[in-house]
């Protein structure tokens, strides 16, 4: 065993440290993370296709039932953390688990917009006890982690949901264009039944492993003080303000609201298949993906170009848009839109979580999931009644935001310049 592992080891804890690093299995978080975003990303989106394109209900109405979930998550948080102090969080997942296919197949079942709407909020709150409790089991396992170990950990849980989200989209393209909609709905429905026995998986919570994190909380703490001390060059970007990353998260979430909410209404006005909304969206989600990859293996400089060209591309496509009406066209560009979207996010999340590890705090964290949960819950219900106007309208508006905030991005990272950065 590698001696890295005994980062956080001092000779009464050596032995306890030590089978802390083999206790644990992390396995089941990936698995239900992939089954989550596989499912989600096909039911989702054919049951947004279902409403619109079969249902016939109109955009102000589609715009409050993608939304009321997210909106809900903001405050889910709050009461899923109540919960899991109470049951632990094993026993939280498997509860979510439990309850989501309940949730999701009655909805297959009524499509009244105000049953569906309170559908909605129960899987947001739901939400509120399924993803805190994969990321709080992630970091308790990374208290007693070697750092390579604890790194491989958040990769293989990123590509986990990334991939069933990315394979999800692919996969529910082909159910929907050779049956349908609701079909697919019902075959991405039964794939929630898998959540039940995976989340039983988890590792039971042990008092031994609570005194095992709290022997260990002093010495990890000087660990993570050094390492992330304000000259490491690991920690570079604080030279960005804060206030860098929340305006790249709203230009993030407003933009990809818009795009994904919007594609579905321009098939419909060129009359074409409710199916090629799966194919476009997956290529945005591939090519963010890309970008969140791509961003993170440049330096400091660099980034802060890239983003500035990315939030001048965003404003542009719209623009195009606006004045190239052609579904072929607007069915590529979204799709690159995406790359633009992932530099802009991985810059955003990487500031916002090295601020929360310097200042060892959540609360740069809980602002981000607010503003990711304003912009994505509040955009649809705004844009819903914006396109039963014009449908041009909200990427005219895009454009003036990105261009705004682009001043505004320029003028914050001005202590970024070309001597801080290295490669």
């Not at 989600?40 to 039932?65: H, K, M, P, Q």
């Not at 049951?87 to 509860?95: E, P």
């Not at 993030?252 to 594609?263: A, C």
């Amino acid at each position: 065993m590698k001696s890295s592992k005994k980062i956080f080891i001092t000779p009464d804890q050596s032995i306890i440290a030590e089978k802390s690093f083999l206790d644990y299995r992390a396995w089941p978080v990936f698995i239900l993370a992939f089954i989550r975003l596989f499912y989600v990303s096909i039911f989702d989106r054919a049951l947004s296709n279902y409403l619109y394109f079969v249902i016939d209900i109109n955009e102000s109405t589609l715009g409050f039932i993608s939304s009321v979930g997210a909106i809900a998550y903001i405050f889910a948080p709050i009461i899923g953390q109540k919960i899991t102090k109470k049951i632990g969080s094993r026993n939280a997942l498997i509860i979510a688990s439990t309850v989501t296919p309940i949730l999701t197949g009655i909805q297959m079942i009524y499509f009244e917009p105000l049953f569906l709407i309170i559908c909605r909020i129960s899987i947001g709150l739901s939400l509120g006890i399924f993803w805190p409790n994969c990321f709080n089991l992630l970091s308790k396992w990374q208290s007693v982690s070697s750092i390579e170990k604890s790194d491989r950990n958040f990769r293989n849980f990123n590509f986990s949901w990334n991939l069933g989200y990315i394979l999800g989209l692919l996969i529910g393209f082909f159910w929907a264009f050779s049956l349908n909609d609701y079909f697919a709905m019902i075959i991405s429905w039964s794939f929630t039944f898998l959540l039940i026995p995976v989340s039983f998986f988890i590792e039971k919570d042990s008092n031994s492993n609570q005194g095992t994190e709290n022997r260990l909380e002093n010495t990890t703490s000087e660990v993570n003080s050094n390492k992330y001390d304000h000259s490491n060059s690991n920690t570079q970007l604080m030279l960005y303000p804060i206030i860098f990353s929340w305006i790249s998260i709203a230009v993030l979430t407003i933009s990809k609201s818009i795009f994904i909410f919007g594609y579905p209404v321009f098939l419909k006005s060129f009359e074409f298949p409710s199916y090629l909304t799966y194919l476009v969206q997956c290529g945005l989600q591939f090519m963010q993906v890309l970008g969140l990859t791509l961003i993170n293996s440049v330096n400091i400089y660099k980034r802060k170009t890239i983003i500035l060209i990315s939030t001048v591309a965003i404003s542009f496509i719209s623009v195009t848009i606006v004045f190239f009406g052609n579904l072929l066209y607007i069915s590529i560009i979204l799709a690159i839109s995406g790359l633009f979207l992932g530099f802009i996010h991985g810059l955003a999340m990487k500031i916002m979580l090295e601020y929360g590890t310097v200042e060892n705090t959540t609360k740069y964290s809980t602002i981000n999931e607010i503003l990711i949960g304003m912009g994505f819950g509040i955009t649809p219900i705004i844009a819903g009644y914006v396109f039963e106007v014009n449908i041009y309208a909200a990427f005219v508006f895009i454009a003036i935001l990105s261009f705004s905030a682009l001043i505004l991005l320029i003028y914050f990272s001005r202590a970024v310049k070309r001597e801080n950065s290295r490669s």
